[in-house]
């Protein structure tokens, strides 16, 4: 059974960064393509970034360029650095891990950007 916890959050300022660490306990983990989503409050959770089994990265519109998401086999985690942050980036962040059409959730992290 896979298991994701997400840690890295909390309030910051405009401007500031923050990393967002996903750790996986399971098998397999080099397999599963990983991604971040978020969800701010009264909104739809949206995609932020994704990485494949190969490494290959994408991005939302909206984070290109600030935000750099990563993944490391060995350690069997993932992170999300986040640079430049926005009020608009405030939102429970959440980690999925995905395999033969089976997804794995965490449990979330809340970054809030503020001044």
């Known amino acids: 059974q896979v298991q994701l916890v997400e840690s890295g959050g909390g309030l910051v300022q405009p401007g500031d960064s923050l990393r967002l660490s996903c750790a996986f306990s399971?098998?397999?983990?080099?397999?599963?393509?990983m991604a971040w989503y978020r969800q701010a409050p009264g909104k739809q959770r949206e995609l932020v970034a994704t990485i494949t089994s190969s490494s290959s990265t994408n991005y939302a519109d909206s984070v290109k360029g600030r935000f750099t998401i990563s993944r490391d086999n060995a350690k069997k985690t993932m992170n999300l650095r986040m640079d430049n942050l926005k009020p608009e980036d405030t939102a429970v962040y959440y980690c999925?891990?995905?395999?033969?059409?089976?997804?794995?959730w965490g449990q979330g992290s809340q970054v809030t950007v503020s001044s």
């Open positions: 399971g098998s397999m983990f080099s397999v599963y393509a």
């Open positions: 999925s891990a995905t395999w033969r059409e089976r997804t794995y």
